[in-house]
């Protein structure tokens, strides 16, 4: 029995996953989740084979989310699942440790064949993805591309509010560092003000508006 937990803010999606899912007699949703911060909670709680995790959550985003369960638990299995087909979010997703990345624009059946192939140890991704990803990675980097991992978890954590102290009590880093990635985030993204890094990251799907 594959064990999945479904970490989503809208009610109606989550019912629909879990509906998609339970369609195989072979997988079961142990538990669901409207935000980051209760995934991660019924995470320890459950210990699911499979975590499903929405990447515009409100509040702590599912990226952020993802960081602190492999923190946690580097062997946790983690799907993620977006409204935006983002190669960018997609590529970020598995540097961090996702161990597959799937759009909501895929047919249902996508979700029950990455689910059972992420509880199998293997990776998923849609093949056009893939090939955009692929693209994407020789380009020339502009825009959220050209931050540095590091970069773009401080972009994360500062359109969500943190402040910069809570940003280096968080990656175990300085002040002076995390104000230094600050101000590399805004020449970068060409943002003024937090508001503006706020906004930026709704529009990429990384937060719920």
Do not use: W
């Not at 909670?41 to 995790?53: A, E, I, K, N, S």
């Not at 598995?94 to 047919?107: D, F, H, I, N, V």
């Not at 978890?153 to 968080?170: H, P, W």
Request: proline fraction near 3%.
């Amino acid at each position: 029995m594959i064990r999945v937990l479904l970490v989503d803010d809208h009610g109606v999606v989550r019912e629909g996953f879990r509906a998609v899912l339970e369609c195989d007699p072979d997988v079961k949703v142990v538990a669901e989740a409207a935000s980051g911060e209760e995934g991660y909670g019924l995470y320890f709680r459950h210990h699911p084979d499979v975590v499903v995790l929405d990447i515009a959550l409100k509040g702590e985003n599912g990226l952020s989310t993802l960081r602190r369960l492999l923190k946690r638990d580097p062997d946790a299995r983690v799907l993620m699942f977006s409204m935006y087909d983002d190669e960018l979010l997609a590529i970020r997703a598995l540097e961090m440790g996702a161990r597959g990345y799937l759009t909501k624009s895929s047919p249902p059946e996508m979700l029950g064949k990455a689910v059972r192939a992420i509880a199998r140890g293997e990776d998923f991704l849609e093949d056009e993805l893939a090939r955009r990803m692929a693209l994407r990675r020789v380009s020339t980097p502009r825009g959220l591309n050209a931050l540095t991992a590091r970069e773009f978890e401080v972009f994360q954590m500062l359109a969500e509010g943190k402040t910069v102290r809570e940003i280096a009590d968080t990656l175990h880093l300085s002040e002076k560092t995390v104000g230094s990635h600050r101000t590399r985030v805004m020449e970068k993204l060409g943002c003024r003000n937090v508001a503006e890094l706020a906004r930026l990251a709704i529009r990429h799907g990384l937060m719920s508006p």
